[in-house]
């Protein structure tokens, strides 16, 4: 017979006074830019719901949140405790009982890594109803917006916390962005720094820990092998170093399939849907009006981290322009929904299609040589005469590594960035 504790009362009020205890005194660090956004959805009433990989920095907005916002009214609970390992749905009204004992009736609700609990969203439906707000985070997008979809659908908004962006790691650096010749010079070399080493909160302050390996094991066995059942750890690993080998590159499902041995592209494309969920990659169909011409066409795969990326992906040769790439991505992506890649008739490809903003964006890592500069301007140029139909009007820019320089050659339509103006506007 397993020896199974149980959730008492005495249990969960040691819980929640030692949390609290450890929440109130939390280093809040480098405020996220998100906390703007984030105050007008809390006076929203809408449930918030903030995802992101693990150790993105979600308890620590949290913390953030409840300094800058609520003054001590609100109960805290993050369900990665081990003691809480056999909470289940029906523990949830002990739990409010004993928040009241010890905190009285507060407004709100913070709860860490709800994704922990199965049905989790009986209890904040039912509390919302009665007037309690929440906010809640969880390291599984899919599962959780499946959730709250079921039950919560018209009462939540969701917002997906990534990695530091550059204006928030020069914030942690305590750099302050200058013009002087000194300025700029540190401040190129600020960004090389975080091409390679990537946004992960810890990860920048501690870098002689291997943080990115332990972080990648916790979302291959917690998040992946564990929550889906896996019996072969080995694919999903073997899959998992083959797409950081392979980052910003195009990937074939049927090719995968054949190359890993893992017997159907039904188990790639769910093996891949995992990775997405557990926020370590992300997926990029080809633009196209045929939603079947879409699903077939090769895909771009990208990574959440740069750091990652650089530390755990396998390279024979500079990895610059493939991490030059991807960390444009993470930039479009923490603002935009519609990403695309775009070829165009002759095959030419567009790294970047947004169809909501008008714009092509193409990255190189420098456009001083002429083939170089000749291959990104004829892709664009082509592809912008391939979809401005009616009165559809496209921006296209190049985003560049190297400083920005104007040739003469490049049409006065296409607007040359650098990349850490790109990464600051």
């Known amino acids: 017979m397993n020896d199974i504790s149980i959730i008492t009362k005495e249990l969960l009020k040691s819980i929640i006074i030692d949390q609290r205890s450890a929440f109130e005194s939390r280093d809040t660090g480098t405020e996220r830019e998100i906390l703007t956004k984030l105050k007008k959805i809390i006076r929203s009433k809408q449930i918030t719901l903030i995802t992101g990989l693990r150790r993105v920095g979600k308890s620590t907005l949290l913390a953030q949140i409840a300094k800058k916002y ?41 709860l860490d890594e709800i994704q922990n609990i199965p049905e989790w969203e009986r209890f904040v439906r039912r509390m919302h109803d009665s007037g309690y707000n929440f906010i809640v985070t969880g390291s ?33 650096k305590n ?19 975080y091409l390679n080493t990537g ?24 998040d992946i092998v564990s929550r889906y059942n896996l019996e072969n750890a080995s694919s999903i690993k073997e899959l998992g ?14 090719k995968l399939k054949d190359l890993l041995k893992l017997g159907s592209v039904t188990t790639v494309k769910n093996y891949i849907e995992y990775f997405v969920d557990g926020w370590l990659f992300f997926v990029v169909n080809k633009y196209a009006y045929s939603v079947k011409e879409q699903s077939i066409a090769a895909k771009k795969i990208y990574g959440i981290d740069n750091g990652i990326t650089n530390t755990l992906g396998f390279s024979f040769s500079s990895n610059t322009g493939r991490l030059l790439e991807n960390l444009v991505y993470i930039q479009l992506k923490r603002n935009y929904s519609s990403i695309y890649y ?84």
Do not use: C, W
Not at 77 to 106: A, C, I, P, W
Not at 213 to 218: E, F, I, K, V
């Open 175 to 193: 750099f302050k962005i200058g013009r002087t010749t000194k300025e700029r010079i540190s401040l190129a070399r600020h960004l090389k720094k």
């Open 342 to 425: 775009y070829k165009t008739k002759t095959g030419k490809e567009v790294d970047f299609y947004l169809p909501k903003q008008g714009m092509l964006i193409q990255v190189s890592q420098n456009i001083d040589r002429q083939e170089t500069l000749s291959r990104e301007l004829s892709a664009l140029i082509e592809a912008k005469k391939e979809l401005e139909v009616g009165n559809i009007r496209l921006k296209t820019i190049i985003v560049t590594l190297e400083s920005a320089t104007r040739d003469t050659s490049i049409p006065s339509s296409v607007k040359v960035i650098n990349l850490s103006d790109f990464l600051l506007s």
């Open 140 to 172: 599984n997008a899919s599962l959780l917006s499946r959730e709250l979809g079921t039950r919560l659908t018209g009462r939540y908004i969701q917002l997906d916390l990534y990695p530091f962006s550059f204006r928030e790691y020069l914030a942690l």
């Open 241 to 254: 170093s083959y797409l950081l080998s392979n980052i910003s590159s195009l990937i074939s499902y049927n």
């Open 70 to 110: 609520f003054n001590n009214n609100f109960y805290y609970l993050s369900f990665e405790d081990e003691r809480l390992s056999h909470f289940t749905v029906k523990d949830f009204e002990l739990l409010y009982q004993v928040m009241l004992e010890e905190y009285g009736d507060q407004p709100y609700f913070l």
């Open 199 to 222: 946004g992960i909160p810890s990860a920048i302050l501690y870098p002689e820990i291997n943080i990115h390996q332990s972080l990648y094991n916790d979302v291959i066995y917690r």
